[in-house]
Nanobody
Framework: QVQLVESGGGLVQAGGSLRLSCAAS????????MAWFRQAPGDDRDFVAG????????YYPDSVKGRFTISRDNVKNTVYLQMNNLQPEDPAVYYC????????????????WGQGTQITVSS
């Protein structure tokens, strides 16, 4: 089992920045692909960033590419999501997820999830 706890959400003005953290405990963190997803009310849970076990490869959809950066610290068992230039389309609950294997876009194949943290963007 892997337990994931997100933090760092909140209210930010459009154009502003936030950094989310996801602290992992349990089984060996470094063996897992990590990802961030987001879900707005009434919408599907969408992939926003992924990172492989070593941190050497990262993945982003076009909607956030150039604005969001995922990183990980395998000593601290933590994955981060730096979000810059936040836009009105970015508010959602952001979830951290882990899977043992290559990154995938679909949330169904991720084995472990955090409880989520809310991001709100004011115009």
């Amino acid at each position: 089992q892997v337990q994931l706890v997100e933090s760092g959400g909140g209210l930010v003005q459009a154009g502003g920045s936030l950094r989310l953290s996801c602290a992992a405990s349990g089984r060996t963190f470094s063996g897992y692909t990590m990802a961030w997803f987001r879900q707005a009310p009434g919408d599907d849970r969408d992939f926003v960033a992924g990172i492989n076990w070593s941190g050497g490869n990262t993945y982003y959809p076009d909607s956030v590419k150039g604005r969001f950066t995922i990183s990980r610290d395998n000593v601290k068992n933590t994955v981060y999501l730096q979000m810059n230039n936040l836009q009105p389309e970015d508010p959602a609950v952001y979830y951290c997820a882990a899977r043992f294997g290559p990154y995938r876009l679909g949330p169904a194949v991720y084995d472990f999830w955090g409880q989520g943290t809310q991001i709100t963007v004011s115009s």
